[in-house]
T-cell receptor, first 117, second 114 residues
Framework: GAVVSQHPSWVICKSGTSVKIECRSL??????MFWYRQFPKQSLMLMAT?????????EQGVEKDKFLINHASLTLSTLTVTSAHPEDSSFYIC?????????????FGAGTRLSVL | AQTVTQSQPEMSVQEAETVTLSCTYD???????LFWYKQPPSRQMILVIR??????QNATENRFSVNFQKAAKSFSLKISDSQLGDAAMYFC???????????FGAGTRLTVKP
């Protein structure tokens, strides 16, 4: 299957700092990338959907200014958690798809564990 | 809004036996896709199997098969000849035909006993 790389896998930061998480599609051009948040022992909650070259579409309740998403190229999307606080600690997962070829399958990165002290 | 329900928070199966994980969903759409994803302890989401709603034939992938009942809005996963490596969280997921959004169920934690 297609490979999606997510970096870093684990980040610890101080409260008030910003953290950037990268999501790369390594062997395909992703027309759409998705960002999810997963709390311990819970399901994945979609945060936002981004298409290359356009603004991300955020789910209801997700703060756009808090979670900045940039999808500058067909192979890279970034999620920046601005002014992170302990309540932002979570597991963040990205996925990517290119509908016509992937048959609507989303391929997932390995996730990033964010711990805010 | 579409919802996906997995009513079994935990399931266990003896190695080499068969287990079925349940999933129901609610939608007013006629065209959509259904998926089962596996999340092992590494937390990497892995696609197990995929079903297109317009196809009547149930999808199969080696030891994994589904029982898709469109009228009942049910999409169960059967794992045959269970292996220790099958132990993981299993998520049922739904997406519409024209929308990229994928909605996940709460997950079922599968334990495989040796």
């Amino acid at each position: 299957g297609a490979v999606v790389s997510q970096h870093p896998s684990w980040v610890i930061c101080k409260s008030g700092t910003s953290v950037k998480i990268e999501c790369r599609s390594l062997d395909f051009q992703a027309t759409t990338m998705f960002w999810y948040r997963q709390f311990p022992k819970q399901s994945l909650m979609l945060m936002a959907t981004s298409n290359e070259g356009s603004k991300a579409t955020y789910e209801q309740g997700v703060e756009k200014d808090k979670f900045l998403i940039n999808h500058a190229s067909l192979t890279l999307s970034t999620l920046t958690v601005t002014s992170a606080h302990p309540e932002d600690s979570s597991f963040y997962i990205c996925s990517a798809s290119w509908d016509r070829v992937s048959k609507n399958i989303q391929y997932f990165g390995a996730g990033t564990r964010l711990s805010v002290l | 809004a579409q919802t996906v329900t997995q009513s079994q928070p935990e399931m266990s199966v003896q190695e080499a036996e068969t287990v079925t994980l349940s999933c129901t969903y609610d939608t007013s759409e006629s065209d959509y896709y259904l998926f089962w994803y596996k999340q092992p302890p590494s937390r990497q989401m892995i696609l197990v199997i995929r079903q297109e709603a317009y196809k009547q034939q149930n999808a199969t992938e080696n030891r994994f098969s589904v029982n898709f009942q469109k009228a009942a809005k049910s999409f169960s996963l059967k794992i045959s000849d269970s292996q220790l490596g099958d132990a993981a969280m299993y998520f049922c997921a739904y997406r519409t035909y024209n929308n990229n959004d994928m909605r996940f169920g709460a997950g079922t934690r599968l334990t495989v006993k040796p």
